[in-house]
């Protein structure tokens, strides 16, 4: 399998913005809760549950090695890539249990996902504390490493089960039942389009910035049909670990809208 290393390039950093980072929490640069590494058959499934299946076969598909970053599990042919998320740099937190399968489309993984794909692999390094990647990344932006989509896009999120925060500024996290899809919207604001409340049945907006989303789940019929599916993938998660399993509220369509709620959802 091929070590994807760097993704991009790794640009000149002045060393006064060095300093500034490795300032934030002194001494805590190897404060990590370890990331268990997922049974990889188990993961390819993940990863592919988010993708409709008319393009799961020719799809890439990359696996998480805790100790180096993703690795390419499969090489696909049609510009769409799948993987596993399991840190999100925003919050910086460095959790052991985020679970969330996305798959980019062409321009998605041309311009989104090598974030993504920094970001596991500094946090394996084990060099940075949560708090100096969230720092670096976003110097990264200001100094033009990454980019915006050129185009509109998508990619799907459409997987029976994840495991992530329950809002915008939260740093609580639940296991839900939540199949949605995630239109580039680079630098637009909700008003733009009219965005609904976060969670609601109305297309909203996520990740506000150069990598904005405007969401809109599945619709009832299409999250049971998904949930149908993959009862076999949702038992084999739940058995891998307790905390990835859906209870029937949050197996619910209607109650995984409202995952803000307090109790509503595995937390």
């Not at 490493?145 to 994840?162: D, E, F, K, L, W």
């Not at 580039?184 to 909700?190: E, S």
């Amino acid at each position: 399998m091929k070590n994807l290393g760097f993704r991009l390039a790794m640009p000149y950093v002045a060393m006064s913005a060095v300093a500034a980072i490795c300032h934030v929490a002194p001494g805590s640069a190897a404060e990590q809760t370890p990331l268990d590494q997922l049974p990889r058959a188990l993961e390819v499934k993940l990863a592919l549950s988010a993708l409709p299946s008319h393009l799961r076969g020719e799809a890439t598909v990359f696996v998480l090695d805790p100790k180096t970053g993703y690795v390419m599990e499969r090489q696909g042919s049609n510009g769409f890539t799948c993987f596993v998320e399991r840190t999100d740099y925003v919050r910086a937190q460095y959790r052991d249990d985020l679970l969330v399968p996305i798959c980019f489309d062409p321009e998605g993984t041309r311009t989104i996902e090598p974030v993504s794909f920094d970001v596991a692999r500094i946090r394996a390094e084990g060099k940075l504390s949560a708090p100096q990647l969230k720092l670096l990344i976003e110097q990264r932006f200001r100094e033009g490493t990454y980019h915006s989509p050129s185009r509109p896009g998508i990619s799907y999120m459409i997987a029976p089960v994840m495991r992530l925060y329950m809002g915008p500024d939260s740093k609580d996290i639940a296991t839900m039942n939540m199949p949605h899809y995630m239109f580039y919207a680079p630098n637009l604001t909700g008003a733009d389009f009219g965005a609904g409340p976060t969670f609601g049945p109305h297309p909203y907006l996520a990740n506000p910035g150069p990598h904005a989303y405007m969401i809109l789940h599945v619709g009832a019929a299409e999250a049971a049909e998904i949930n149908r599916e993959n009862q076999d993938l949702l038992k084999e998660i739940c058995a891998y670990r307790a905390v990835y399993c859906l209870d029937e509220k949050s197996s619910a369509h209607g109650t995984a809208r409202s995952m803000s709620m307090p109790g509503q959802a595995h937390r």
